[in-house]
């Protein structure tokens, strides 16, 4: 589940948590030069039809580290063709509801349970001091940087990530 969305769990189900993990997410809200940024990359998906390809473009962008861009055109390629499935306004109308998303910050003392966050070094999207913030934010965290993956770290360092959430179950449920 997303950030937002594992945010939310916490606060309301504690009970039902016994780890947490999150993948190039945030728990601040995004300010008005943010949301600006990104409803106008996403303008052109804002219509009927399929998403067009200079939108999935952008999510390239946005998505992917420069090293996967590089070095994993399949990856890249695939993904497009993916994302241009898609209805354009339904993209369009996710992105905008990341966008008013409430301030997680507040919370984060209070998830007592242990928390793995994987983030992608080259996430150009969230910076890795907003790892580091999640890290510090939360008691029993550790933060897992991913190198040479930006916002999409699982899928452009699956071995890598993978490895470090084994781990983390392995530690919360014993055995791996």
């Not at 055109?73 to 497009?80: F, R």
Request: aromatic letters at 8%; a negative charge; hydrophobic letters at 45%.
């Amino acid at each position: 589940m997303g950030g937002f969305m594992a945010f939310e769990f916490a606060r309301m189900w504690p009970e039902r948590l016994h780890g947490l993990i999150l993948i190039d997410t945030k728990a601040a809200p995004f300010d008005r030069e943010q949301q600006e940024n990104v409803l106008g990359d996403f303008a052109k998906a804002d219509v009927d039809g399929l998403l067009p390809h200079d939108v999935a473009a952008v999510a390239v962008a946005r998505c992917f580290g420069a090293t996967t861009i590089e070095r994993n055109p399949e990856l890249v390629a695939h993904w497009i063709a993916r994302w241009r499935k898609l209805p354009a306004r339904s993209v369009y109308n996710e992105v905008r509801s990341w966008l008013g998303k409430a301030d997680n910050r507040p919370d984060l003392a209070n998830i007592d349970v242990p928390a793995l966050i994987l983030h992608g070094e080259e996430d150009s999207i969230f910076p890795m001091s907003i790892a580091e913030e999640l890290e510090a934010g939360i008691p029993n965290a550790r933060l897992v940087a991913i190198p040479l993956a930006g916002h999409t770290a699982n899928l452009e360092q699956p071995e890598v990530c993978n490895e470090a959430i084994r781990g983390f179950l392995g530690s919360v449920f014993g055995g791996t």
